[in-house]
């Protein structure tokens, strides 16, 4: 197989895996707690990561780190998966999945703006237009098609949707400038995420079992949203002669979830819904792809 179409085979699946997690995420938080989620998904993640890291550098290759590497680690394990994941998933436990969804999705702007002091960017013009975009976008999803009185339904669950934004932006910040392979790093960080969540677990009294059906549900997290899709997704990139297409494709993934959010989970799907998440996308797309002009 040709190396482009392998790069469309991987982005393929890696969009339809991500399409399906948010109404997994709603029908996993039916079995259990969101720290309860984290912890067993985190688990079977860090499991899935130790098969695709053995293969890819040996085992030997994911210990073998300096200890200002395994600090690294320690400090991008907190930030993602830890408290990434136990905000998203509180969010997600009060809001629609439609509405916690598409709310996730406004880190490119902030990234824009939190470069500036991390990596020393400018910020343009075309950033605070992009951010408007994306903050009439959220606003119109936050009122789940109630406008009449502009009001914003569960303010608590839009914070933390929104905030899962924030720890991200910091998350790729702290992770550019890590130049080791992604499989070794991923591994490490998810080996101290899985013990920050097991200490929190265990001081909060919340390490329960969930059940079979709650546990297949963890594990199709841990699996599809934080596991071995992301390795799809970097093979996607590796293999693509253009990887600006491969990574506009994943703006299709938003409104596929949106699919599975109505038939599966049957949450009548908001005009608004709609409307703020293809304002989010035209933000990001003003964020990242300036108009050029014909010469």
């Not at 399906?20 to 067993?40: E, H, N, Q, R, S």
């Not at 079977?44 to 780190?65: H, K, P």
Request: net charge positive; hydrophobic share 55%; aromatic share 18%.
């Amino acid at each position: 197989m040709h190396h482009q179409a392998k790069a469309y085979l991987f982005a393929g699946l890696t969009i339809l895996f991500w399409s399906t997690v948010a109404t997994a995420f709603k029908i996993a938080l039916g079995y259990m707690d969101f720290p309860v989620l984290l912890l067993y998904s985190s688990i079977i993640s860090l499991v899935v990561l130790f098969i695709v890291g053995s293969f890819s550098n040996g085992v030997a290759g994911l210990f073998r780190q300096s200890g200002q590497n395994y600090w690294h680690s320690a400090l991008l394990g907190f930030l993602n998966p830890f408290l990434y994941y136990l905000i998203l998933f509180k969010a997600y436990s009060l809001l629609p999945a439609q509405v916690a969804q598409p709310l996730n999705m406004v880190w490119p702007v902030i990234l824009s703006f939190l470069s500036v002091p991390f990596l020393k960017n400018a910020i343009t013009i075309r950033s605070y237009l992009a951010l408007i975009i994306c903050f009439i976008g959220a606003f119109l999803i936050a009122t789940r098609g109630n406008l009449s009185g502009f009001h914003i339904q569960d303010p608590v669950g839009v914070i933390l949707a929104l905030g899962s934004s924030i720890i991200w932006s910091f998350f790729w910040l702290f992770n550019v400038k890590d130049t080791r392979p992604e499989e070794s790093k991923l591994f490490l960080n998810f080996l101290f995420a899985t013990l920050y969540i097991v200490l929190f677990t265990l001081l909060m009294g919340r390490l329960v079992w969930p059940g079979w059906k709650g546990f297949l549900a963890a594990a199709y997290i841990g699996i599809f949203e934080m596991g071995i899709t992301f390795v799809f997704w970097l093979k996607a990139l590796r293999y693509s002669r253009a990887p600006d297409q491969i990574s506009t494709l994943m703006y299709l993934f938003p409104f596929l979830s949106l699919i599975f959010i109505h038939f599966i989970l049957g949450e009548s799907i908001f005009y608004t819904t709609f409307i703020g998440l293809v304002l989010i996308v035209t933000g990001i797309f003003v964020q990242k792809y300036p108009i050029r002009k014909k010469a």
